[in-house]
């Protein structure tokens, strides 16, 4: 597996495989890689010739006061894991590399980005719409795989591949959860024993809201309601927010009929979960 920490580097690489007609997948990733990525790696292994996964933790993507400076890192963990998944090249620049001193372009996609996630982190999604443009452009990759869990997140990268005409396809992959129910996330890492067990909630809620819309009711506020009062039966856990959003444009929907997402954020401690 390359190690590739420069732009030149993986651009080098990218050229010769490029020649041969090779096809390329890019996972990328903020490090501190775990079974959900392992999942998307495995399933870009299988599309694809080449299979290049970035690691790098974004500064640009994290608000002030949010947890960029404490968010995991292991770099030699994640190299072990992307050698025994048979990984061509991984990427792990410095932001100084990725960001050149007198950085001023950003890419956004609005509306999409408004809501959700958006209201109380208002630059992450231009954020990380700006590196993974960066990206792809470094990488000419063929195909990109991100996870279904940060579902405004792959929702807004398609967007954006769709509006800005980029040469690539988004493969969103399914959540991988633990046993008891919780998506897998690097965040995770941030939760004791107590908040681990406590943030069982966030699924035990959103199945009962999957529940009831397989069963027929139809009423939003209905759903958002009993997902909320199941949320605040745990006393760890700390709402940012519940919303039931159509698929396309992430708007609140009133009745539920066509695609939705039903999307929730939660603080237990310090960890902000979403799902
Ligand atoms: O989902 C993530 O880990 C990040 O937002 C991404 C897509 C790697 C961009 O930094």
């Given at each position: 597996m390359i190690i590739a920490h420069t732009i030149n580097e993986v651009k080098e690489h990218v050229i010769e495989w490029k020649k041969k007609g090779l096809s390329i997948g890019l996972v990328p990733t903020m490090g501190y890689l775990h079974e959900g990525h392992a999942s998307l790696i495995k399933k870009a292994r299988t599309d694809n010739d080449i299979v290049i996964v970035s690691d790098f933790v974004n500064p640009i993507q994290f608000g002030a006061g949010e947890d960029l400076e404490d968010y995991p890192r292991d770099f030699e963990a994640d190299c072990k894991l992307c050698t025994s998944l048979g990984i061509d090249l991984i990427f792990n620049p410095n932001p100084s590399e990725m960001y050149l001193k007198g950085f001023h372009s950003y890419v956004g996609v609005d509306t999409l980005s408004a809501g959700l996630c958006g209201k109380s982190r208002p630059i992450h999604f231009n954020g990380v719409c700006t590196v993974v443009s960066k990206l792809f452009n470094i990488t000419e990759a063929n195909r990109a795989y991100f996870g279904k869990k940060d579902a405004q997140q792959l929702c807004i990268v398609k967007r954006m591949v769709r509006d800005l005409n980029f040469n690539i396809e988004i493969i969103g992959c399914p959540i991988i959860r633990e046993e008891d129910g919780l998506a897998k996330s690097?965040?995770?890492?941030?939760?004791n024993a107590t908040e681990r067990a406590a943030a069982t909630i966030l699924h035990k809620a959103l199945t009962k809201g999957e529940d009831m819309i397989r069963n027929g009711e139809k009423k939003s506020h209905t759903i958002i309601n009993e997902i909320k009062s199941i949320l605040e039966k745990e006393p760890l856990a700390r709402i940012d927010y519940v919303e039931l959003v159509d698929?396309?444009?992430l708007q609140p929907v009133d009745t539920i009929n066509g695609g939705i997402l039903c999307a929730i954020a939660v603080y237990i401690g310090k960890a902000r979960l979403i799902d």
């Open positions: 690097s965040r995770n890492t941030y939760l698929s396309d444009e």
